[in-house]
C-alpha cells in the first residue's frame, strides 16, 4: 500500500501547478489589478481583487471579481485532472487562489441576499478544502 493511498475511494487530491510570478508581484506590492492584468488566469490575484472591494464596501464589485477568479479557478481545476468534486488542499499553496475567490464568492453572495449561492459556495469550499473553510471563515 503506499503511503499517500486513499482508502476512502474518492478521488484524489487535485493540485494545481505553481504559477509564482502573480503571487511575487502581490506580496511585492503591485497592485492587484495590474496583476490581474497581466495574469488574467490567476485565480490569486481576483481573489485579491475580491477581498479589496468587499473591505472598501463594493459588495457587487467583489462578487464580480470573485466569480472571475472562481471560474479561472475551476478551468484550471479541470486542466489539472479535476472531474467535479473531490478535495483541493489549502496546503498546497498554487490552490489558494481558487480557494480564496471561491470564499469570497460565498461572502459577497451572503452580503448582497443571494442565499443559495452563499450555501451552494459555502458547502463546495468546506467540501473542497476544510483547511480552507476554517483558515478563511
Same mark, same amino acid.
Given at each position: @500500500? ?8 474518492? &478521488?484524489?487530491?487535485?493540485?494545481? &501547478? ?6 511575487? @508581484? ?5 497592485? /492587484?489589478?495590474?496583476? #490581474? #492584468?497581466?495574469? &488574467?488566469?490567476? /485565480? ?7 477581498? $479589496?472591494?468587499? $473591505? ?7 462578487? #464580480?471579481?470573485?466569480?472571475? %477568479? ?20 489549502? $496546503?498546497?499553496? &498554487?490552490?489558494?487562489?481558487? !480557494?480564496?475567490?471561491?470564499? =469570497?464568492?460565498?461572502?459577497? =453572495? ?18 473542497? /478544502?476544510?483547511?480552507? #473553510?476554517?483558515? !478563511? %471563515?
Amino acid at each position: @500500500m503506499a503511503i499517500h493511498e486513499n482508502l476512502l475511494g474518492g &478521488p484524489p487530491p487535485t493540485h494545481l &501547478p505553481d504559477d509564482p510570478e502573480p503571487r511575487e @508581484m502581490l506580496a511585492n506590492g503591485t497592485a /492587484s489589478a495590474d496583476v #490581474a #492584468a497581466k495574469y &488574467p488566469t490567476s /485565480s490569486l490575484a481576483w481573489a485579491q481583487l475580491a477581498d $479589496e472591494a468587499f $473591505e472598501a464596501g463594493r459588495v457587487v464589485e467583489s462578487y #464580480a471579481y470573485a466569480r472571475t %477568479g472562481y471560474h479561472r479557478g475551476l478551468d484550471a481545476l479541470r486542466r489539472s485532472g479535476w472531474k467535479g468534486h473531490g478535495p483541493v488542499p489549502w $496546503e498546497h499553496e &498554487p490552490n489558494r487562489g481558487f !480557494l480564496r475567490a471561491l470564499h =469570497a464568492l460565498a461572502r459577497a =453572495a451572503q452580503a448582497i441576499g443571494e442565499q443559495d449561492e452563499y450555501e451552494r459556495c459555502s458547502t463546495f469550499l468546506r467540501d473542497s /478544502s476544510e483547511t480552507a #473553510a476554517d483558515t !478563511l %471563515g
